[in-house]
């Protein structure tokens, strides 16, 4: 008698097909994944260098840099309300109030406020009307949006403040150091040698790194490296938040005052644009002491190179 053909497959063919399969698909994910940042960080450069048009848009209007944030501090605005008309919101520009203090947004550079003068960044209307708004082109899409208080918004980049903490930039400056109204003749370390800004993560819950409506928040230094291990520092315990996916960070002291250092979530590094608008991709592993200098607009540091 003839035994019929055999059809179909055995468990272990099955088993076999099946691990094959996942090892398959195990090889195919992390490829895929790779491309879909690949295509981000790409995205992400395209956003910094227009982040570096915006400001030498603003140079040419007012023969400086922009502050880093009003002349009284952290809460009458920052750098992200100034840049507005150079990126296509002027309309949001103009319904900014009290950007220093004065009432008089469409002037770069107010007198210091009545102390308490309000609203402030975080008051109405300018929550309504300005920051309680995501700004695309300020948002890495490796990040995931956050809004750590009431629905104010962070973002992804944040200016060059210099290689020691955002309230004091060594006697080398930078282009946007706390204070300071820096014109381009005057980085004299070179604008292809100087960082004129550079990405940070947004923190999750109510962690305020990249809350950069907020002046504190609105800047990073080259003291520490990229994606560094060393906290961040932050004014308030309950504004640090260390719980993954969140970096270290800490409470500022004297010793230890508020810094924000670059940071990603690329793979081992960070996307910096220069003061001659070129965009790169800094590694983590660069040398610290070129970090430091490329922080600086007149150390008069020698880079050999690019230096990294």
């Known amino acids: 008698m003839r035994i ?36 981000s960080r790409s995205r992400c450069q395209n956003n910094m260098k227009q982040l570096g048009i915006a400001q030498f ?33 002027t309309d949001r520009f103009r ?11 469409a002037n770069a ?17 300018n929550t ?8 695309a082109l300020f948002t890495c899409p490796s990040d995931t949006g956050q809004t750590p208080i009431q629905s104010i918004t962070s973002h992804n980049y944040v200016l060059n403040a210099g290689d020691n903490s955002i309230y004091f930039a060594s006697g080398s400056g930078a282009p946007f150091a706390y204070g300071t109204k820096t014109k381009i003749a005057e980085v004299t ?4 040698h100087t960082l004129l800004a550079g990405e940070v993560i947004q923190g ?16 990073f230094t080259t003291r520490n490296g990229p994606n560094t291990t060393v906290p961040d520092r932050i004014n308030s315990g309950q504004f640090c938040d260390n719980s ?28 910096v644009v220069f003061c001659d608008g070129s965009v790169k991709f800094v590694r983590d592993g660069i040398a610290l002491a070129i970090w430091r200098a490329l922080g600086t607009s007149a150390g008069g540091e020698t880079i050999a190179g690019n230096g990294f």
């Open 204 to 219: 999750t819950n109510r962690d305020l790194r990249g809350f950069s409506w907020w002046g504190d928040a609105s800047g």
């Open 109 to 125: 550079f107010p007198s210091a406020p009545v102390p308490g003068s309000f609203p402030r960044y975080n008051h109405a209307p």
């Open 95 to 105: 319904l900014y109030q009290n950007w220093g203090g004065t009432d008089e947004v």
């Open 128 to 135: 309504t009307n300005v920051t309680n708004f995501r700004i």
């Open 57 to 89: 848009s603003y140079h040419d209007a007012h023969a400086q840099f922009m502050p880093l944030m009003s002349p009284s501090g952290c809460c009458w605005g920052t750098w992200m309300v100034l840049v507005l008309p150079y990126i296509d919101q």
């Open 244 to 271: 993954a996916p969140n970096p270290p960070c800490s409470v500022a002291t004297e010793q230890n005052p508020t810094n924000f250092f670059a940071r990603s979530r690329h793979c081992e590094g960070v996307n």
């Open 189 to 192: 370390d070179g604008t292809a």
């Open 4 to 39: 019929p053909d055999r059809k179909g497959f055995t468990i272990i063919e099955l088993l076999v097909v099946i691990a094959i399969l996942l090892t398959l698909v195990g090889l195919l994910i992390p490829a895929v994944c790779k491309v879909r940042e690949s295509a």
